[in-house]
């Protein structure tokens, strides 16, 4: 089956910092990607379309500048956090479309 | 904008019995997709079963099954001979990418 992964799967950071997180997908390309944002016990928040070759499309309330979304390869989107602060903490999940959706497992991003 | 409610925050079954899961969704559209995943502890989403809206026949895969109400615009997901490997997070998802709040399964041995 089709697998996307995301690196780092955990990253701490201090404030004001940027965080860079990977989504691949390993055995097949995508066009488009997904960004989410999940919250504890919440449910999934889409963030971002992320095309490759042109620029993301945002979600309503989605800061572009804080958030940016790369897709400059058909298997690989990144997600920069920039100056990130502690309401950022969150669990970040990527997916790519390949006729369905595949989800990677994941990025929870604490920012202390 | 479409909106999905699933008004269960959690839910309970017996193993080896059923549950039907509740999905409520809005759109003006006539032509869509609905999902369910399952999200279990290890927060890897899982695709449990897709409907297309234009097919009026409830999809079904291996224990689940949908019963899809366009008019209703109800999407409602059973899981028979429940097992307890079915103990997660189940979302009901509008074309992929607007999800619902979800809904808790716990499975009781």
């Known amino acids: 089956g089709a697998v996307v992964s995301q690196h780092p799967s955990r990253v701490i950071c201090k404030s004001g910092t940027s965080v860079k997180i990977e989504c691949r997908s390993l055995?097949?390309?995508?066009?488009?990607m997904f960004w989410y944002r999940q919250f504890p016990k919440q449910s999934l928040m889409l963030m971002a379309t992320?095309?490759?070759?042109?620029?993301?499309?945002?979600e309503q309330g989605v800061e572009k500048d804080k958030f940016l979304i790369n897709h400059a390869s058909l298997t690989l989107s990144t997600l920069t956090v920039t100056s990130a602060h502690p309401e950022d903490s969150s669990f970040y999940i990527c997916?790519?479309?390949?006729?369905?959706?595949?989800f990677g497992p994941g990025t929870r991003l604490t920012v202390l | 904008a479409q909106t999905v409610t699933q008004s269960q925050p959690e839910m309970s079954v017996q193993e080896a019995e059923t549950v039907t899961l509740s999905c409520t969704y809005d759109?003006?559209?006539?032509?869509?997709?609905l999902f369910w995943y399952k999200q279990p502890p290890s927060r890897q989403m899982i695709l449990v079963i897709r409907?297309?809206?234009?097919?009026?026949q409830n999809a079904t895969e291996n224990r689940f099954s949908v019963n899809f109400q366009k008019a209703a615009k109800s999407f409602s997901l059973k899981i028979s001979d429940s097992q307890l490997g079915d103990a997660a997070m189940y979302f009901c998802?509008?074309?992929?990418?607007?999800f619902g709040a979800g809904t808790r399964l716990t499975v009781k041995p």
């Open positions: 992320s095309n490759e070759g042109s620029k993301a499309t945002y």
């Open positions: 055995d097949f390309q995508a066009t488009t």
């Open positions: 759109t003006s559209e006539s032509d869509y997709y």
């Open positions: 409907q297309e809206a234009y097919k009026q």
């Open positions: 997916s790519a479309l390949a006729g369905e959706q595949f």
């Open positions: 998802a509008y074309n992929d990418m607007r």
